[in-house]
């Protein structure tokens, strides 16, 4: 084995340019180690804390991302948990994740057995769960109503899940696409032999919110030094990142403000503000086809959750957000910081705005970029119009427009 000292000074500096070439082009984590110990095996990834295991390793620990132009024009730090950094593109990766793997536990599925997980979700959950399910050993199927935007269901059938479109229908119809999810995982589960069905049930599954409390909760107090937020504000689909976040901050965090960011005809705006599940919109005579009618997807609902449930007696305020103000607040956000999100992310970001108006500057808000742009480019996108160049929106303008 040669050795740094028997070298030559003109072919010591040869290696040397030679060890640093290979440094600068192979993985500095993955090569010094070998360099000083050359009769080591190369060591096994997983005893390499900076690789990751498979996509389930790429799940969570998302950054914390300060929203520059908010931060500005209100005086207060506003930072967001940048959820689309997960494999999947959302913080469903966290819930999927945790609901396959509960299953498994309970012993309800086992991988490469043929089992089935079914669920029904127009949004980003059936993604994780597809992602989650072909990386495990599963088939996923997916129920959705079948006015969901094409590159959702494009990408459903790219992660090999298998997608049922049904009728837009309420909660309370048996063909609605969470019923029908539930019946198909009791129709296989009904069949000789073969493998199992599981329904994840997304909404009422207590796995979902526990994942937020196990990791996205605790990610949040360490990214914040220790917990130093003042008010913690976002939207509720299941109601599983709120109540989950909520109840790991609440305890540990004094003074903590929690606010619902809420769209139009959802009733939880009333549930946190007045106790009651009401929406001017879902008045008798007055409905619309869908039960939330508004453009933004994926937050929203006319029903407490088990996951909503288990956090609503810490969720302490609630902002309500029209569409026109989110689709301005997209646009304002790609202006000003080139930030490229969905339609409950742009809910977030006027929440957090509006409440950092109300209490005033030098305090922190952390909200949630709950996934990109790209998912929402034939719905939500389409309706948010031009972004312009020479005419950056200020903030005022949005959050008046309300009042005008
Ligand atoms: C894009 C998006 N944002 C936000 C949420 C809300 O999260 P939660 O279900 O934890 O309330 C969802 C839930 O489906 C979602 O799909």
Known sequence: MTHLHDLSPSSSLLFGLALGFLATTASSHFLL??????????????????IKIGVEGLIGNTPLVKIKSLSAATGCTILAKAELQNPGGSAKDRVALAIVERAEQEGLIRPHSGDVVYEGTSGSTGISLAMICRA?????????????????????????????????????????????????????????????GLFADQFENEANWRAHYEHTGPEIYSQTGGGKLDVFITGAGTGGTISGVSRFLKP????????????????????????VMFDVKEREGTRRRHQVDTLVEGIGINRVTRNFEIGRPLVDDAVRVTDEEA?????????????????????????????????????????VICDSGSRHLSKFWKAAGEVSRDHELELDEILNMSRS
């Open 33 to 50: 180690p070998l360099i000083s110990h050359p009769h080591d095996q190369p060591p096994s990834s997983s005893s390499i804390p900076d």
């Open 136 to 196: 495990k050993g599963y088939t996923a199927h997916i129920c959705l109503p079948s006015d969901t935007s094409t590159e959702k269901i494009d990408l459903l059938e790219r992660l090999g899940a298998t997608v049922e479109k049904v009728p837009p229908a309420g909660i309370v119809d048996k063909r609605q696409y969470v019923n029908m999810a539930r019946t198909r995982a009791a129709e296989r589960n009904a069949l000789p032999g073969g493998g199992r």
């Open 252 to 275: 540990r965090v004094p003074g903590l403000t929690v606010v619902l960011a809420d769209p139009p005809g959802s009733g939880l705006f009333n549930k946190v503000k007045y106790g």
């Open 327 to 367: 689709l301005a607040m997209a646009r304002y956000l790609v202006e000003h910081d080139g930030l490229f999100v969905g339609s409950s992310t742009a809910v977030n970001c006027v929440a957090a705005a509006r409440y950092a108006k109300k209490i005033g500057p030098g305090h922190t808000i952390v909200t």
